[in-house]
């Protein structure tokens, strides 16, 4: 792959001192504008709920739950088979029930693939069924209007707590909770766990006790809803940053049982837990149930009371991971190898797949395998009758949720945000969508070409490969979506030695001189470019800190995307 180096801006000159730390200052200047924004994003304490009464439906929604409760209504629960919707729905259930002295919700269901995205009809007829006067729609219903009719008309008032964009009028006669109807609403960025979070702290201001004592803010379940904002790649800046912050110090101090189980099961630490753990291991995890055929495994496991009652739903949990990785693996192989077959593939903007084989279950999954592979936006769509369905996924800034919206008329449906989207259209106007694509592509500004992109934060003169540095980046954490891991330069390093290593002998391993002794690098997969680091060689690195604990020693090392010959060197 070809790649292109973004090379650091320093900061503005005019720009007031954000940190005392030239790197720091450089890296925050990329994020902030002023001294008391770079506080506020550095600040690492515990944060009060911010205000939920600032979001529009709110008021109408609690005070509609709040009259369930009082009066001991049917309310049932409906949510999503992803990792938000589950843990959104976990939210709503733990509140509820806390809020109800455990009567509350009295029905809960989350819909399997085979019943496909949104508010299902034949669920909201079995609420009904079990009187259900209440119904609670968590990540989705924002444009199931018809499911909605289908609900009042069998007598059940609605609250729809959505943050997928909107496709025409808001739902008539449900109580709608959207930052989407604001846009200068600070929740934009929140995923459906987040503002159902935000609901949890509404009722507890309204002098509920949804867990953590009457009147007090649900503190206690802010770690489902920094798992379902990171599973979600939102953006993790403004109230989001702050909701994940506090949620992995309580999943890291307090873990939950199921949680606690799980990450057992995975051989990770609960007090090392970090956003790229959430986003790399425990979403995929949670999501891979959904994956495969129904996520109430997953649900159960984030409910579970103790360890013990989780360990069941664990193995369940970690038996449908292990199967979406081995369909993701053989789907994206075949998939990537019948791209590389069209003509002129090298040259298209956006990778649009479609297979006849190809379960919707993992089609997202796909899409973010291929996005990666190929280095620019993938849809990936399987056959379904007359009609394919699937997943797109975003590259190099590329709005595919606006994308996909522009050109409803060659779909029958979609839904999605920036990074990610579903989908589905009428076999017969792939070819329509493909081009209309990659037009759109081409009007965003997207490069044709699997051109790798390193747009670099900062500096790093090499000297500062060292733990003093990296526990000054800690302070940048969480890292995710409009937050990423800092990507460094390190310009002019001077190499000792360089050398092969792994099973395969397919990594490099090199070392730099500094003032302060041999700095260590590692470059995965780069072996074969051994001669260009030859002792002696003056060259400019890309890549990341990275902190590496073996045999219980910690060290520290860069690890490089790329390097060249040093600019001028």
């Not at 049932?76 to 990792?83: H, L, N, S």
């Not at 909701?243 to 799980?262: E, F, K, N, Q, Y």
């Not at 969508?433 to 790798?452: D, F, Q, S, T, Y």
């Not at 470019?529 to 003056?538: D, F, L, N, Q, S």
Request: charged share 25%.
């Amino acid at each position: 792959m070809n790649i292109r180096w973004i090379d650091p801006v320093p900061p503005a000159p005019h720009l007031p001192r954000l940190h005392a730390d030239p790197l720091l200052h450089a890296l925050l200047a990329r994020r902030v504008s002023t001294p008391a924004e770079a506080a506020e994003f550095l600040d690492r304490s515990q944060r009060a709920m911010p205000d939920p009464f600032v979001l529009p439906g709110m008021a109408e929604a609690t005070a509609r739950l709040a009259r369930a409760i009082k009066a001991g209504e049917t309310v049932a629960v409906f949510g999503d088979y992803d990792a938000d919707g589950i843990t959104s729905a976990a939210i709503a259930t733990l509140a509820l029930r806390a809020a109800s002295a455990g009567a509350l919700p009295a029905l809960v269901e989350l819909p399997t693939r085979a019943d496909g995205y949104g508010l299902n009809p034949d669920a909201i007829r079995r609420f009904a069924a079990d009187g259900a006067s209440l119904l609670l729609a968590l990540d989705c219903g924002s444009s199931d209007h018809e499911a909605l009719a289908l609900a009042r008309s069998l007598g059940m008032d609605a609250i729809v707590v959505d943050h997928h964009d909107l496709h025409g009028p808001s739902p008539d006669g449900a109580t709608l909770v959207s930052a989407r109807l604001d846009p200068a609403s600070p929740y934009r960025g929140l995923s459906a766990a987040g503002l159902t979070l935000l609901v949890a702290t509404a009722l507890g201001r309204s002098g509920f006790d949804v867990g953590d004592g009457p009147g007090r803010d649900p503190v206690a379940l802010t770690d489902l809803a920094m798992i379902g904002i990171v599973a979600d790649v939102c953006d993790l800046r403004g109230v989001a940053r702050a909701i994940v912050r506090d949620g992995l110090r309580r999943a890291r101090t307090a873990p939950r049982p199921g949680l606690s189980a799980l990450l057992r099961g995975m051989d990770l630490d609960p007090s090392k837990l970090d956003s790229r753990h959430v986003a790399r291991r425990l979403g995929p995890a949670l999501n891979a149930p959904g994956r495969r055929t129904d996520p109430t495994p997953a649900f159960d496991l984030l409910l579970a009371g103790s360890a013990l009652g989780a360990n069941g739903y664990v193995a369940e949990v970690l038996a449908a991971l292990e199967w979406a990785r081995a369909e993701r693996t053989r789907h994206a192989s075949e998939q990537a190898a019948g791209f590389r077959r069209l003509p002129g593939w090298e040259g298209r903007r956006v990778a649009v797949l479609a297979a006849d084989e190809c379960p919707s279950g993992i089609a997202g999954s796909v899409a973010s395998h291929l996005a990666a592979e190929l280095a620019r936006p993938v849809v990936v769509l399987g056959r379904q009758g007359d009609r394919l369905r699937g997943s797109a996924r975003s590259h190099g800034g590329f709005d595919i949720g606006s994308a996909l919206q522009g050109l409803s008329h060659l779909l029958v449906r979609s839904g999605g945000h920036r990074m990610a989207a579903g989908l589905e259209l009428e076999a017969a106007n792939l070819e329509r969508l493909r081009e209309a694509l990659e037009g759109a592509a081409a009007a965003a500004g997207v490069e044709p070409g699997p051109m790798g992109i390193l747009d670099l934060d900062a500096d790093l003169p090499v000297e500062r490969i060292e733990r003093g540095t990296l526990d000054l980046l800690d302070g940048l954490r969480p890292f995710g979506q409009g937050n990423p891991e800092p990507l460094l330069r390190v310009p002019g390093a001077a190499v000792l030695d360089a050398a092969s290593f792994g099973r395969d002998g397919s990594h490099l391993r090199l070392r730099l001189r500094t003032a302060n002794g041999p700095a260590s690098v590692i470059a995965w997969g780069q072996a074969s470019r051994r001669h260009e680091a030859v002792p002696g060689a003056a060259i400019d690195l890309a890549g990341r800190l990275d902190r590496n604990v073996w045999n219980g020693q910690e060290t520290v090392r860069f690890v490089a995307e790329d390097f060249r010959p040093a600019v001028g060197g």
